[in-house]
């Protein structure tokens, strides 16, 4: 079982749309989880990070936790075409370790 | 503000050849990271250093592959006898201890092995 699943996509929404990109993860301990966008031949860019169980709003981002589920959710509302790009999910697993262990990432393609 | 520096940003080298990548941290954050990343996956953790000590590996690290950071400052990866398999782009992040683990990456090092 792979730590952190998400639906490669692509998915793909009408411009001004809700995506929806979502994650699994396998380590209950898991304690912090991290959205990072990849614009295609760059490095990734942090824009969101939970800790807690709920919603954690930044702009048109919004981030959910169910930790009893093992989801961890990204909503970006009002979608541009500038939002196109791979969303990677991120975890910090339990025991101490400092490593983030990534998702492959969602393709998210906003149509104009 | 100065992001993480990464460099050089493209190696084209010989299969059988050392390559060697430098990594400069945002100022004043004193965890620097290495991952690599191919293509259609995420990014995947190889070594973290906490100032210049060198705290945890990844079974990824084979022999081949040595990082430092002597003066807990700039980091290098060294990757020895390279292999085409090691065609990647290589990722250097860094952060604040007491951060929470949030790391900002660098703009990677791309290597292509011939």
């Known amino acids: 079982q792979k730590e952190v699943e998400q639906n490669s996509g692509p998915l793909s929404v009408p411009e001004g749309a809700i995506a929806s990109l979502n994650c699994t993860y396998s380590?209950?301990?898991?304690?912090?989880f991290f959205w990072y966008r990849q614009y295609s031949g760059k490095s990734p860019e942090l824009i969101m990070f939970?800790?807690?169980?709920g919603d954690k709003e930044d702009g048109r981002f919004t981030a959910q936790l169910n930790k009893a589920s093992q989801y961890v959710s990204l909503l970006i509302r009002d979608s541009q075409p500038s939002d196109s790009a791979t969303y990677l999910c991120a975890v910090t697993p339990q025991g101490g370790s400092e490593k983030l262990v990534f998702g492959k990432g969602t393709k998210l393609t906003v149509n104009p | 503000d100065t992001g993480v520096s990464q460099n050089p940003r493209h190696k084209i080298t010989k299969r059988g050849q050392n390559v060697t990548f430098r990594c400069d941290p945002i100022s004043e954050h004193n965890r620097l990271y290495w991952y690599r990343q191919t293509l259609g996956q995420g990014p995947e953790f190889l070594t973290y250093?906490?100032?210049?000590?060198?705290?945890?590996k990844s079974r990824l690290l084979s022999d081949r592959f040595s990082a430092e950071r002597p003066k807990g400052s700039f980091s290098t990866l060294e990757i020895q006898r390279t292999e085409q398999g090691d065609s990647a782009m290589y990722l250097c992040?860094?952060?604040?201890?007491?951060?929470?683990?949030?790391?900002?990456f660098g703009e990677g090092s791309w290597l292509t092995v011939v």
């Open positions: 380590d209950r301990g898991s304690q912090s």
């Open positions: 250093f906490q100032n210049e000590a060198q705290l945890e």
């Open positions: 992040a860094s952060s604040v201890q007491g951060s929470g683990n949030t790391i900002y």
């Open positions: 939970i800790y807690s169980n």
